[in-house]
């Protein structure tokens, strides 16, 4: 699915996603549902196994919530579609593996769209802010996620002062896995995700479902979850055709061929 906004390609396996909406990317209720059938459709897809998101231009990735569309009254509790605000966040079941590629400013929103990925790369200008405290509101995503991905101070700070973090900080404070110049980004995204394509697909769901549904418990609770087989994922691959051909291409010193099944 696509939209004048919001554009696909399938590059084999690999759904790249790109928001195309000048000036800046912005994201508006209406754009966020796109985004969220487009999200769905991929993790729905067999075919597919990665997706890239991107924005188009050099200098946003995207701006966040379109604030053109809330001063004419959308508020910030709108109906964003089924993966929440921009199509990920709340995405149910997404256990495909979702790489950002950060090609320009990620802004409010922006920045959180990024961080419901699973890697980011960025280019060497890219800057991340979260100015939501300027506007008297709170950046709610960012507020659950960023202190968990950096040290807690640092996130404080940017969500109380609203100030932009140049890819360099990013990257010291581990928030991005590459920084790269810009004219390799693109190339450099197709090449991990056609890389993780030729994964194992099940083996990825199943990482993402125990990261997802384990983080906030005691280890001997979130380990049990696994040795005893309670998530669905994790069911399906100690059962599947993949986890014997694992066993099966090392002892034969072979590449495995995964099946997904």
Known sequence: MSSEAIKTERLGRVLEVTI??????AISADISRVMGDVFAAFRDDDELRVAIITGAGEKFFSAGWDLKSAAAGEAPDSD???GGFGGLQELPGLN?????AVNGMAVGGGFEIALSTDLILCAEHARFSLPEIKAGTVADAASLKLPKRIPY?????LLFTGRWMEAEEAASWGLVNEVLPADRLPDRARELAAMLADGPPLV???IKEVVREA????????IKLITQRKLETVDRLYS???QLEGARAFAEKRAPVWRGR
Do not use: W
């Not at 195309?20 to 990317?25: I, T, V």
């Not at 906030?216 to 979130?222: C, M, Q």
């Open 20 to 25: 195309d909406r000048p000036k800046a990317n």
């Open 80 to 82: 964003y579609g089924v």
């Open 96 to 100: 495909k593996p979702v790489i950002a």
């Open 153 to 157: 101070h640092v996130a404080m700070d």
């Open 204 to 206: 990825f769901a199943a």
């Open 215 to 222: 983080s906030h418990l005691p280890f001997h609770d979130a």
């Open 240 to 242: 599947s055709e993949d």
